[in-house]
């Protein structure tokens, strides 16, 4: 007589419990490169294989004293580049990075101002340079720079696999076979 199929090792226990294999095993995290748990960073050793970009769309120039965003949550302290980039909670990007989170541009990383809006956010630049269409990095590497999803999810107050599944199907997908 056949027996059913066991599993019960996901991505933690592939790396940390050999004896928890059994028939399979359900590798979650780890298929997207994320080291399961902290204790395992030394045994594991994954590569990201998830990027969330995005592009400029509009610079401006914001006056000391004016304020980004609604509910005025952020000011300019002094005359103040500023990029939009179109992308937002309605896209799955946590609003909870509303002044807080930070971007990859040109290699760079800038701090997102103001509240996250439905369908874009804004970047101070500081005196540096970025133009329309200049790629933008939300999570993954650029440079020298790297924004993690695990960071995302401490500063979101959440955890990798919400970060995961939050992006939306209106964001476009782009698989890269290696």
């Not at 080291?35 to 995005?54: D, E, G, Q, V």
């Not at 500063?155 to 964001?171: D, I, K, P, Q, W």
Request: proline fraction near 4%; aromatic fraction near 8%.
């Amino acid at each position: 007589t056949q027996h059913p199929t066991a599993h019960i090792a996901r991505s933690s226990a592939v790396f940390g419990l050999p004896e928890s294999h059994l028939d399979m095993i359900r590798v979650g995290l780890a298929l997207y490169g994320i080291t399961p748990a902290k204790h395992l960073k030394n045994i594991c050793n994954l590569k990201p294989a998830i990027t969330l970009k995005s592009k400029v769309v509009y610079f401006k120039v914001v006056r000391a004293g004016d304020s980004v965003g609604y509910g005025r949550t952020w000011y300019a302290k002094k005359d103040t580049r500023v990029v939009t980039i179109p992308i937002g909670y309605g896209d799955g990007y946590f609003r909870s990075l509303s002044n807080c989170g930070s971007v990859l541009i040109r290699g760079n990383k800038y701090p997102i101002i103001g509240r996250i809006c439905m369908d874009q956010l804004m970047v101070d630049i500081g005196n540096n340079e970025a133009y329309n269409n200049d790629e933008v990095v939300l999570i993954g590497s650029q440079g020298d720079n790297t924004i993690t999803v695990e960071e995302i999810a401490q500063l979101a107050g959440t955890n990798s696999h919400e970060v995961l599944t939050a992006t939306n199907l209106r964001v476009p997908r782009v698989y890269i076979n290696h």
